[in-house]
């Protein structure tokens, strides 16, 4: 079945950027989603990008899309203490569901 | 815009008895879909229902089942509770399309 893969933890100091990477398998991938998970809390929707895009810029987040190989980033710049939290990819593809990866924390030191 | 709307948000019951949980989608949303969340296994998908069909599975048993009403308001029972089933159920609304998955906040079941 389809995968979604990323590394599980990412620490980085206050004021730095934060670069968050996943690959997936979908060939037939048509939406990329980067979640937010708070501790107790559901999944805060950040941003998402169409298969057909490289690149999209809101605000503090940046995700880059390399269809080619699989591979989706989301970078935050200025990282703040608050940006503390659980991050979730997902690919929505021919599956008709949102296929998770595992989650990175990010620990953000002040 | 009202966001998606999980109700309630703590749930304690015991094993044998059935639970049922309800979802407001986003106004204009016709995709409701429900997904586990549990340490072990992650996040992973229960079933999605459009224009009050269900549409998609996961791989649950029986026990899980769900429902959409004419307004797009879903709401997932289970039944015959284990201990297994405590986690976090999380909806999520979207066009149907894949477009806007937005999810709630999520109902915490814990079964005892």
């Known amino acids: 079945g389809e995968d979604v893969e990323q590394s599980l933890f990412l620490s980085v100091r206050e004021g730095d950027s934060s670069v968050i990477n996943c690959t997936y398998t979908d060939s037939s991938s048509t939406y990329l989603y980067w979640y937010k998970q708070e501790p107790g809390a559901g999944l805060q929707l950040l941003t998402y990008?169409?298969?057909?895009?490289d690149m999209k810029q809101d605000q503090r987040l940046t995700v880059l899309l390399n269809k080619k190989d699989k591979h989706l980033s989301l970078r935050i710049a200025d990282t703040q203490t608050g940006d503390s939290a659980i991050y979730f990819c997902?690919?929505?593809?021919?599956?008709?569901?949102?296929?998770f990866g595992q989650g990175t924390t990010l620990q953000v030191k002040p | 815009k009202a966001g998606v709307t999980q109700t309630p948000r703590y749930l304690i019951k015991t094993r044998g008895q059935q639970v049922t949980l309800s979802c407001s989608p986003i106004s204009g949303h016709r995709s409701v879909s429900w997904y586990q969340q549990t340490p072990g296994q992650g996040l992973q998908f229960l079933f999605e229902y459009f224009s009050e069909t269900q549409r998609n599975k996961g791989n649950f048993p029986g026990r899980f089942s769900g429902r959409q009403f004419s307004n797009s308001r879903s709401e997932m029972n289970v039944s015959t509770l284990e201990l297994g089933d405590s986690a976090l159920y999380l909806c999520?609304?979207?066009?149907?399309?894949?477009?806007?998955?937005?999810f709630g906040s999520g109902t915490r079941l814990t079964v005892v």
């Open positions: 997902a690919d929505f593809g021919n599956t008709g569901k949102l296929i």
């Open positions: 990008i169409f298969s057909n895009m």
């Open positions: 999520a609304s979207s066009t149907g399309t894949g477009d806007g998955y937005t």
